[in-house]
């Protein structure tokens, strides 16, 4: 990539280029146009040849087809009249034949034999009772006493009706083999004395009339009009390329034959010589490229810098992010247009500028010195710094830059390229969002203490009543005239014990509901689960809850303890909540706490009813509440603080607990040193 003052004295040099070059670089195009546009009749000449060689090709692989389909089905129906022919013969002579038992057994034999697609021959009367069947009841075949599924029920009454042979709708059977029935009435003295029924099979019916030849060739389908097949027949696999679709015209029913026709090898030669063809225009086409690459260089060169000098113009004009180029020596080289527009000053103004900057801060040009040495030492932070800069006007905007090595065309390192963004409006919202949040933590934390507020007035009511108690007795006592110094004093002790219990409490909730900005500070959990416990155990009393603490001795943690204070409250009733309905032997809340290498793991159990599995991916969602009168912001701000603290927030099911359910919140806490 030239230097700037080369690449603006190339361009010069190129608009100073006479009009013959346009001139000849028109020609060349027009030259060369010719010999493309016969290559391009050439390949189209081809690709119409190959498709009428294809399509000639389908022609008569599809005549082939219809002519073998055709083939197919007058054989079939051939066999099928035949097998008709001797059936209605055997039918006569069983009816006018005295030894019909013995003609059935050995004719009956002689057709199976004969014909393997027949299941079976059965011999039946005008009821339907099984008579002589060949061969007996199998798995593969309806029971004939039960005349097997309905279709068959139906053409056997029709047989009976109308004295006519009738082919039954296709069936399968319970092995998932398809049959079909041809029922042949049984004459005799004008009126028919039973039916000859004959099963066939549709897979045993193709295995024997289908060739060999033929399977080779095609895929033979039986199926009806709702795609439903029956059998297939083939010797080969792959994608179909054609197919006929014939009825199947006895037994009908929707039947039908589809035979499919796949791809064949084709006319080698066709294909050789349309390959040479191919491969002859493609490497004329490619010389021809050739060619022209080499006629045009310096066309192309040209309008390559044309190119790359707007494309470069365009990206600098409709870039939002400012980009500032220096040189080792920190001397500004390169500023684009946004980077103009977020200061307030001309790139004339700016390039070759050294420190300091006309956009430092005056008041904090030391700060931003020592920054700007650190940068050409190579040492800005890899994940970019905020720094204060101003504008022209002498307005102030917080800019967010990333600092990377500027390394040119041969690999050197030639200065630093800074891409600096205006952050001012992201950083006044995340302010915004950040104070919005502690606001919704100091509102959940009056939310929490309103709740608590019947069970707070009863708990201050005690150490209260016990004063008024105790400064009665001390006012009765010198009323007598016979009050002691040691028992007024020993009352007065137990009257300031239950004012400083009664103080106590009053700090607990003044601390709790005041508002203050996080700050995290070395603080031991148990005195923070002592301080929370010491909020809820009258409602706990109240609840019936037993309040159970297995705390191990544990080093400072760094954290806010208000905050700690707001997320164990809130799991903590949330946990006698749940145990509204669990007998009162089995109200019982376990919080523990253990230490895993550089974190603490505090645990929240109790033995309610439990947490629905569609109700948990959901259960820290802001907003999303299982109580009518929740606000489905406690658990949600609870992870918040849980992870402003570096910690995780899960739940997970009670499987120790003596009711069969219960849930258990887990909290991590790291361990970090004060």
């Known amino acids: 990539m030239p230097s700037r003052p080369h690449l603006w004295y190339t361009l010069a040099a190129m608009d100073r280029l006479p009009s013959a070059t346009h001139v000849s670089a028109s020609r060349l195009r027009w030259a060369l146009a010719l010999p493309k546009l016969g290559v391009v009749l050439l390949l189209a000449a081809v690709a119409t040849l190959l498709w009428l060689l294809h399509q000639n090709e389908m ?7 219809i002519k073998d389909v055709l083939w197919l089905e007058q054989n079939m129906r051939f066999h099928l009249r035949n097998n008709e022919e001797q059936l209605q013969q055997l039918a006569f002579d069983l009816g006018t034949q005295a030894d019909a038992n013995a003609i059935f057994r050995v004719r009956a034999a002689h057709l199976l034999k004969n014909n393997p697609d027949i299941a079976r021959i059965a011999w039946l009367d005008v009821r339907g009772t099984l008579k002589e069947a060949l061969p007996g009841a199998s798995a593969e075949v309806p029971d004939a006493d039960a005349f097997g599924p309905s279709s068959a029920q139906k ?9 006519t042979l009738v082919y039954s709708e296709p069936y399968v059977t319970e092995g998932s083999t ?10 005799a003295s004008g009126r028919n004395t039973g039916m000859l029924v004959a099963t066939y099979s549709f897979e045993k019916l193709l295995d024997s009339q289908v060739p060999w030849w033929f399977a080779e060739k095609y895929r033979v389908v039986v199926a009806d009009d709702n795609d439903i097949q029956y059998a297939a027949k083939s010797n080969i696999q792959g994608t179909p390329n054609l197919s006929y679709q014939l009825p199947f015209d006895p037994p009908a ?7 499919y026709s796949y791809q064949g090898a084709g006319n080698p030669l066709q294909r050789l010589l349309a390959g040479a063809i191919l491969v002859l225009a493609t490497g004329v086409f490619w010389s021809l490229w050739i060619v022209r690459n080499l006629m045009k260089q310096r066309a192309r060169a040209e309008e390559a810098l044309r190119r790359e000098h707007a494309l470069r113009t365009a990206m600098e004009d409709s870039l939002t992010v400012g980009m500032r180029a220096r040189d080792l020596e920190g001397r500004i080289i390169y500023v684009n247009p946004a980077f103009c527009r977020m200061t307030g000053y001309t790139s004339e103004e700016l390039v070759g500028h050294g420190p300091p900057m006309p956009y430092w801060i005056p008041e904090q040009l030391d700060e931003t010195m020592a920054l700007h040495r650190a940068v050409l030492a190579g040492q800005a932070p890899p994940d970019g710094f905020d720094i204060t800069f101003r504008r022209k006007d002498g307005q102030r905007f917080q800019a ?15 200065g630093w390229m800074a891409s600096v963004l205006d952050v001012t409006e992201r950083r006044y919202a995340e302010e915004l969002a950040r104070q919005q949040q502690e606001q919704l933590q100091f509102t959940s934390r009056l939310v929490t203490m309103g709740e608590m507020a019947s069970t707070l007035a009863h708990e201050l009511n005690q150490p ?11 006012l009765n006592l010198l009323a007598s005239g016979q009050a002691a110094p040691d028992d007024l004093r020993k009352a007065l002790e137990k009257l300031g014990v239950q004012a400083q219990r009664a103080g106590r409490i009053i700090r607990r909730v003044h601390d709790f509901v005041r508002k203050s900005e996080p700050k995290r500070a070395p603080c031991l959990l148990g005195e923070i689960i002592e301080d929370c416990i010491g909020f809820v155990e009258a409602e706990a009393r109240k609840r019936r809850v037993q309040l159970r603490t297995i705390l191990p001795e544990l080093p400072p943690l760094l954290a806010d303890r208000l905050m700690l204070e707001q997320v164990l409250l809130n799991l903590i009733r949330n946990g006698m909540e749940a145990m509204t309905d669990t007998p009162e032997g089995h109200r019982a809340l376990r919080i523990s706490a253990r230490r895993l290498d550089d974190e603490v793991t505090l645990s929240i159990a109790d033995n309610g009813s439990g947490i629905a599995p569609e109700v948990k991916d959901k259960l820290f969602t802001a907003f999303f509440t299982t109580k009518p009168d929740g606000m489905g912001v406690g658990l949600s701000i609870c992870r918040s603080i849980v992870e402003f603290h570096r910690g995780r927030l899960w739940t997970e099911d009670n499987a120790q607990s ?10 991590t806490l790291p361990l970090e040193p004060a």
Do not use: K
Request: proline residues 6%; aromatic residues 10%.
């Open 59 to 65: 022609d008569e692989e599809r005549a082939a087809l």
């Open 155 to 163: 053409a056997f009454d029709t047989a009976l009706r109308f004295r």
């Open 400 to 414: 967010l830059i990333y600092e990377a090595p500027l390394i040119d065309g041969d690999g050197r390192h030639t």
């Open 464 to 474: 209260l009543a016990a004063i008024a108690s105790y400064n009665a007795g001390c």
């Open 178 to 187: 398809a049959h079909f029935q041809v029922n042949v009435p049984i004459p």
């Open 253 to 259: 029913g929707g039947l039908s034959f589809r035979v």
């Open 658 to 667: 003596p009711t069969g359910s219960g849930t258990i919140f887990h909290l």
